[in-house]
Structure formats: structure tokens, C-alpha cells
């Protein structure tokens, strides 16, 4: 399925925002804390982050399994809430730069540009269903 396929789709979207939040928490409470002496962001922060990850994996996950013909308008607030989760990572980012390893900043970098290329299909999804 390619991404405009996916963008006529919005309950598909959520499912896999859901997914892509799931695997956040994951990697941050599990890869990114056990072994934080390689990507150096604080544990504090990587618990907040995957508190919010797992926030938007509830929402997403509710939007898929129980919205019906409105869920369009529900890719509003999970649109805010990406973008504004790489906002507050970015931030973190540039405040923890220099305790950050390469290996950190490669993966907090990757995770903002995967969040955005979602950010960019759900807007399409967003505007495909308001047409």
C-alpha cells in the first residue's frame, strides 16, 4: 500500500500512528534506557517521551477501533500532537547536545523525520476526506 493509497484511508492511519507510538515507547523504555551509555539522553527524559508516546498510541488506537465516518476529524489532535512531540524532542535534542552520542542523535533525528513523513500522510488524509 503506498502512502496515498493510505492517505484516502484514515482509520488506516491511526492504526498505524497506534503502531509507530507503540514501537517509540518500546524502544525508549526499552533499548534507549538499558543501554543509555550509547545514546545519552537523560532516562528522565526518555520516560517522558514514552509517556507521551504511549498517550498518543491510547488515542490513536481508540480513534481506529471505535470512530466510524468522522474520523477524519480526529486526525486533528494527533496531528498537533506529533508535531508537537518533535517539537519538545527536537528541544531536547539541542538542550542535551552535548550528552548526546551520535548514536543518540542519529536516532532522535530519524524518529523526528518519521514522524513528520507520518504527520505529512495524515494531513493528506485530513484534506483527501474533506474534498
Given amino acids: 500500500m503506498n502512502y496515498k493509497t493510505l492517505a484516502l ?3 488506516t492511519v491511526f492504526l498505524l500512528d497506534g503502531l509507530g507510538a507503540v514501537l517509540t515507547a ?5 533499548v534507549l534506557k538499558t543501554f543509555n551509555e550509547y545514546f545519552g539522553m537523560p532516562r528522565k527524559s526518555l520516560t517522558l517521551l514514552s509517556i507521551l508516546a504511549s498517550t498518543f498510541a491510547v488515542y490513536s488506537f481508540s480513534c481506529f477501533a471505535f470512530s466510524g465516518t468522522d474520523s477524519p476529524k480526529l486526525l486533528k489532535p494527533i496531528i498537533g500532537a506529533n508535531l ?3 517539537v519538545f524532542t527536537l528541544g531536547l535534542v539541542i538542550y542535551f547536545y552535548n550528552q548526546l552520542t551520535v548514536l543518540g542523535l542519529t536516532y532522535f533525528v530519524g524518529e523526528i523525520l518519521l514522524i513528520c513523513g507520518l504527520v505529512c500522510i495524515e494531513i493528506k488524509a485530513l484534506k483527501a476526506s474533506s474534498v
Wanted: net charge positive; with cysteine; charged share 20%.
Fill in 9 to 11: 484511508k484514515p482509520k
Fill in 26 to 30: 518500546i524502544l525508549l523504555t526499552t
Fill in 84 to 86: 508537537t512531540y518533535c
